[in-house]
Every structure is written in structure tokens, then in C-alpha cells.
């Protein structure tokens, strides 16, 4: 193929297994307003090549930002104030613009929510597709033209030669997030981050799509980081879960294991709210209050206010002061309950957080 | 009702009313948009002959893709936009014919829940003074009153008087979708259509709305309409369920008989489109090829062949009606006897294969 002779870096990626990306303790916050609390708050998470890796949570909760700020593309006023983004090697928080430019759309491809809004308008989907190899893999002209319409087809949008000279208005939703896809493959990136990439389709499209992002990540080995509310497309797609909740992960496994048998009480919750099954009087099961609640605490577990559990577990006084760490609780899994591990560490981060 | 409501909540029931007759009847309702540009006859199809009935005091969900005519339903039922044709009747009264004083009191027992918050309430306006708009406008109540009547209605729905004083901006999008459902029981509706009412929610915020209407239903014994493209939302709402493909009405059935003996084939995609954690990826997505196509050339014969897996050319040729397929079970499907043998001998010749022995079974 045409990617692999321009691309020195295929070489040395990581292969299937091993770490692609690392996150180690990032925090993202408003430097301007010192009183806001950190939007997130020391993230913890790995994604190996090769892999799904879902981000599942309330809006809020902080999955969006911790994409954003792999691709250093936070919103002005936020800043990723400490920790480290590793890929391939390399600190992403300690980059230049340079290799920034070189990472975006290159090695990392992403997927947003609104394809439509994403497409530049006054542009043919055409050169869209084709500009992150051009501009990261230096395929001319006409090479560009030809692999374009070969990915158009790859990506299921009948006629590509026609649609290649159309202008992004001009399709439906669905064939919008194709052409996304087409150019977010376009450069052969190593990490797809797809943030919330169905949520604005139908759900018989929405199924069509997540099943060429499936096959597509399997045919060329491509790590994801998928980003979403919706729990059967994390039980379709992904590989791990990671669940969170107010700007930290409060459990993470592998999708089946968190999924079937989960230990916090909030994935819990989440599990049983997207069952939508009524109880025997015809109730919902719904988690109380809002999600806002956890930013107005100061110290113990930020989930405590909606939690059923803690006061069932007679943990009311440990749960109020102190918040539990992320921690294992068996070979695969890791929760940060003290309901789940009541031996286990605490985190000392709104300690250190207070005036 | 309680003893403070000023507003008398018979008001639009006529007591002459057979209360066994349907509560809405709406009989071959056609709305067509004229496109600008194109010769006289060009427009969009976006509802094409639809017919349903509610009875008191049920939940009809109303699914299918967007663009499909759900929407367009609901504003056409509202008088929010004039019908091409057809007849609807909401407790024996023609909605279609009215006009002026009888048809500002008809607003008042119909009311319409829009699926974005946001754009549903005024930014400039405190929630109180939204939700007081409607309440003035019909002319009940001296100001005290209708601070009192909104205030109450708050707390119906689970929102704390602080609210009152509260602009959009400064609520989350549940506390909205809360406010606005509000706004649409302050008049005392007798029909309220829920456009996608949970489609902008977490899934969190989700049960809990879906909770609070069920319960402000059976509170207010009111009659649903229920529009979502989501079936698990349908399945937990709705009495009975029609499903619509490019305006016009596939299939109708109780809810529990929809969900274990989907007819039409395209029910059975949506179906296994919406459950993906039960389905997988694979069976899902090969249930339905292509995309939707546009109301504005709808293709000939059934309007589901281009995208069915089990067409065949009679598909294409035959303008097909609903049928009869069981109690209070219509399907607009020709062949939805033969799709179960067509998916069992499917299943024991292997996936390869799938195509021919499908229309072998098609033919026989």
C-alpha cells in the first residue's frame, strides 16, 4: 500500500498487546479560576495497540475532555495542569506544535458526534478524505485521488466517484460519519478516538456504523478509544470499560466481566437505568438526584449523595470522609468503592486539594 | 382533581361522549410539503396516508427513523401546521375544522412535549414566566393565582420552587425536560404528545422522566401519544406501538405481541437494531441494507423493498395495504407469513448462502 513506504514510524509501533497509549494521573482544570474544581481529576488509563477501549459515563462526567486533551485540543481556558499522556514513547503534554500537527490526523484520527458540523462545508468530501495523507503521508496528487475513492468504497458509500465531488450538505448523517471515518483511516492512523460517533444517527444506521468501525479496526489492527453513554454499543464494540463518574474512573475491566458482574455501585446503576426493564410496579429504576452533586463535595466518595449502597453497608461514616482509590479487587478488574474493597487504600487527592 | 384547580378540567369533555369510542381518530392523514423550485405536484411526502386510533386513557408510541413523518404527525395533530388531507377527531371533535375561540379552548386539552428542552423555553425568561405564558394566554387566573397554579406544577414534577426564578441556562437538561412537561400540564390537557422526550437525556436523567410521566399519566389520566425512535423506551411506555417507514404506518400491535412476533421485516431490524446488547453487531446490521431514502421520490410498489432483505420483484410492483395478522396486528407486508420459513431455512443452509435460499422459499 502507499501508506507503508512513506510511513518510517510503522517500524517501531507497537504491536498488538502492547501499551499504545498511556494516561498517568491526568488532571485538567480552569488555571483562571482557582476555586473550580478540576474538570478531571487524576485518570489513570492504558490502551494497548490494537484495542477498544470504551469511556462510558453521565454527560459531565468528563469523557469528552479526557479526548480533547489527548489531542491538546481543549477549550481555551482549560489546561491539562498535571500528569502525563504517553504515546508511543512520548509525552503528548510536552510536545511541540510541530509534533502536535504531526500527531492530529496522522497517528491519531478522531471521530465527533456531529458529523455534519466536523465536515468543512465549503469543501468537496473528496479532498477532505484525501488531506490527512497528503499532508501526513505525502501521497501525490493522483495517487491520493485513486486511494480515495478506494476508501470511499471500503467504507460502504455506493458511487464513491460520485460522492467524492460532493459537498458534506449533500449527504445524510450516516453517509457524514462514513466519510469521517474514510478520512479519519485516510493517513492509516494507530489510535481512532471516537467520541460519541453515533449518537446523532438512527439506530439502524447507528448499527450499520459501528459495524464497519468494527471491522475496520480489526482489518488494520487500529486501537480505540471509544467514547459513549450508550451501554450496548460498549457491550458490541469494546475490548475494557472504563466507567466514569465526575472527572474520575470509578471502575474499569474488561467489558464482559464489568458488564455481567459489575462491583460499583454507580456501574451498577448505569447498568440497570439503560435496561430500561420496569420493576413489579411499574417503576423505573433510576439513579436520585444529578450528577452536578459530586462538584459540591469536599472530601469522601464523590458518588456518595446518589449511592444506595453505603448506607446499606453501614460504610455512611468511611464513605462521607474518605474517598476510596481505584483498586484492584480481582486479576482483571479495578473499582474505587469501599463497599468493594474495604481493606483498600484511599486517595488522597481531596486532601491535598483543600485551601 | 384537586380542589384548587381553577381551571375545570371537563371543560372540553362532551358529556354526550361514548366513553367505549376511540379517544384520537386520525383517518388517512396525507401532509405533503410543496418544494420551492420544482414544477406543481413536486413535494416532499412526509406523511402519506396514515391512519391510527387511541383510546382513553392509552399510550400509542408512534417509532421509525428520522424523517420518516413522526414529527410531522405530531404538529399536524397539534394545528401547528395544516393537513394536505384527512380527518382527525380527538374526543369526537373534527380538530381539522376548527377555527378561532373553539379552536384556542382545543389547545388547551392538547398539548405537545418537544424533544429539546432548550429550544422549547424562552432564554430570556425566567421558568416562571415561561411556564405563566400559557395559563395568561387562557386567561385563568389573576397573577397570584397562576405563581400559585406554577409553583404547584413544579413541585409535581420534582423541581423545588427556587426554580421559579431561574433562567434556562442556569438548569441541567432533565430539570428543563421536567419544566417543560410541567408547562404542558399547567393547562390541564386531556392528549399530550411526547415528541422524543428523552432523546436529548442522559440515560441516568432518561428513567428518571420516563418515571415522572408515567406517573403524571396515571395522576392526570392522560392519553399519550408517544414519539421516540427508541424502542426500549417504547417497550417500557407504550400499550401499543406503530411503527412508520417514509410516512407511512408498517405495522401496528400490542407492544408485548410487536416485540415477540415482529412481522414486518423492517420491525424486525429496528428491533434488533435497538438491542444490541441481545443481538450482536452482525445479525443486526445485516437485517437492513442502505439508508433510508427520500420522502421526496418515495421508491414504487412496497416503500421498503430498495432497503428489505427479503424482496423480491412482486415487492417492487405491488402497492401493499396493511393486513391482518392477528388481533388488533396489522402489517403492511405481503409475504409476512413466509419470513419465518425464510429465516429457518436460512439458518440451516449457513449464512453463505442466505440469498438464494431466501427467495427459493420466497417463490414457493
Known amino acids: 500500500m502507499i501508506m507503508e513506504k512513506s510511513n518510517s514510524a510503522a517500524k517501531t509501533n507497537p504491536r498488538p498487546g502492547e501499551p499504545l497509549l498511556e494516561i498517568n494521573n491526568l488532571q485538567v482544570s480552569l488555571p483562571d479560576a482557582p476555586h473550580v474544581k478540576p474538570i478531571i481529576d487524576g485518570i489513570n488509563l492504558r490502551i494497548n495497540a490494537g484495542e477498544v477501549v470504551a469511556l462510558v459515563g453521565e454527560s459531565g462526567s468528563g469523557k469528552s475532555m479526557t479526548a480533547l486533551s489527548l489531542m491538546q485540543l481543549l477549550p481555551t481556558g482549560l489546561k491539562a495542569t498535571s500528569g502525563k499522556i504517553i504515546f508511543d514513547g512520548e509525552d503528548i503534554l510536552a510536545m511541540s506544535q510541530r509534533q502536535l500537527n504531526h500527531l492530529r490526523g496522522g497517528r491519531i484520527a478522531m471521530l465527533f458526534q456531529q458529523p455534519q458540523a466536523m465536515l468543512d462545508p465549503t469543501s468537496r468530501v473528496g479532498t477532505q478524505v484525501a488531506e490527512p495523507m497528503r499532508i501526513h503521508r505525502n501521497v501525490d496528487r493522483t495517487a491520493a485521488k485513486a486511494r480515495v475513492l478506494e476508501l470511499l468504497g471500503e467504507v460502504g458509500i455506493p458511487d464513491p466517484s460520485a460522492r467524492a465531488d460532493c459537498f458534506s450538505y449533500e449527504l445524510s448523517g450516516g453517509m457524514a460519519q462514513r466519510v469521517m471515518i474514510a478520512a479519519a483511516l485516510s493517513a492509516n492512523p494507530e489510535l481512532l478516538i471516537a467520541d460519541e460517533p453515533t449518537t446523532a444517527l438512527d439506530v439502524t444506521v447507528q448499527a450499520q456504523i459501528l459495524k464497519l468501525l468494527d471491522d475496520e479496526r480489526r482489518k488494520r489492527k487500529l486501537a480505540v478509544l471509544l467514547i459513549t453513554h450508550d451501554l450496548s454499543i460498549v457491550s458490541a464494540l469494546a475490548d475494557r470499560v472504563a466507567v466514569m463518574y465526575s472527572g474520575r474512573i470509578v471502575e474499569e475491566g474488561p467489558t464482559q466481566r464489568i458488564l455481567n458482574s459489575p462491583q460499583h455501585p454507580y456501574t451498577k446503576a448505569l447498568i440497570q437505568c439503560s435496561l430500561l426493564k420496569a420493576d413489579k410496579d411499574g417503576n423505573l429504576f433510576s439513579i436520585p438526584g444529578g450528577a452536578a452533586q459530586a462538584r459540591d463535595l469536599d472530601e469522601g466518595c464523590r458518588f456518595l449523595p446518589r449511592c444506595v449502597t453505603a448506607a446499606s453497608a453501614n460504610l455512611q461514616e468511611r464513605c462521607t470522609h474518605l474517598e476510596p482509590a481505584l483498586d484492584s479487587y480481582n486479576d482483571c478488574c479495578k473499582a474505587r468503592c469501599w463497599a468493594v474493597k474495604p481493606d483498600g487504600a484511599h486517595s488522597g487527592a481531596h486532601e491535598a486539594r483543600r485551601p | ?364
Open chain 2, 1 to 364: 382533581m384537586t380542589s384548587y384547580d381553577p381551571i375545570e378540567r371537563n371543560l372540553s369533555r362532551d358529556k354526550g361522549t361514548d366513553p367505549t369510542a376511540p379517544f384520537v381518530v386520525v383517518n388517512d392523514l396525507v401532509k405533503h410539503y410543496p418544494v420551492p423550485g420544482f414544477p406543481r405536484g413536486r413535494s416532499v411526502k412526509s406523511v402519506d396516508g396514515v391512519s391510527f386510533v387511541i383510546k382513553e386513557g392509552e399510550v400509542l408510541g408512534l417509532v421509525g427513523e428520522s424523517g420518516c413523518g413522526k414529527s410531522t404527525i405530531a404538529r399536524v395533530l397539534m394545528r401547528l401546521t395544516p393537513p394536505t388531507s384527512g380527518v382527525a377527531t380527538v374526543d369526537a371533535r373534527n380538530v381539522f375544522a376548527m377555527k378561532g375561540e373553539e379552536l384556542r379552548r382545543m389547545r388547551r386539552t392538547m398539548q405537545l412535549v418537544f424533544q429539546d428542552p432548550f429550544a422549547a423555553l424562552d432564554p430570556r425568561m425566567t421558568i416562571g414566566e415561561s411556564m405563566e405564558v400559557p395559563l395568561a394566554q387562557h386567561g385563568i387566573g389573576h397573577a397570584r393565582e397562576r405563581r400559585d397554579l406554577v409553583l404547584r406544577m413544579l413541585n409535581d414534577v420534582g423541581l423545588d420552587a427556587s426554580f421559579y426564578g431561574r433562567y434556562p441556562k442556569q438548569c441541567s437538561g432533565g430539570q428543563l425536560q421536567r419544566v417543560v412537561i410541567g408547562r404542558a400540564l399547567l393547562l390541564k390537557p386531556w392528549f399530550l404528545v411526547c415528541d422524543e422526550p428523552t432523546s436529548a437525556l442522559d440515560a441516568s436523567m432518561r428513567t428518571q422522566i420516563l418515571n415522572l410521566l408515567m406517573d403524571l399519566k396515571r395522576r392526570f389520566s392522560l392519553t399519550i401519544l408517544m414519539i421516540s425512535h427508541d424502542l426500549r423506551v417504547m417497550r417500557y411506555m407504550c400499550d401499543r406501538i406503530a411503527v412508520m417507514y417514509l410516512g407511512q404506518i408498517v405495522e401496528v400491535a400490542e407492544r408485548d405481541e410487536l416485540f415477540e412476533h415482529p412481522r414486518h421485516p423492517y420491525t424486525r431490524a429496528l428491533i434488533a437494531s435497538s438491542m444490541l446488547e441481545e443481538t450482536g453487531l452482525n445479525s443486526s446490521a445485516g437485517l437492513l441494507k442502505g439508508e433510508a431514502p427520500s420522502p421526496l421520490n418515495p421508491p414504487s410498489g412496497c416503500r421498503f423493498h430498495t432497503r428489505c432483505i427479503y424482496a423480491r420483484q412482486a415487492c417492487s410492483e405491488n402497492v401493499q395495504d396493511l393486513l391482518q395478522a392477528g388481533d388488533g396486528h396489522s402489517v403492511r407486508c405481503q409475504f409476512w407469513e413466509h419470513l419465518d420459513d425464510v429465516s429457518q431455512q436460512t439458518a440451516r443452509s449457513g449464512d453463505d448462502a442466505s440469498r438464494e435460499p431466501m427467495a427459493r422459499a420466497m417463490s414457493a
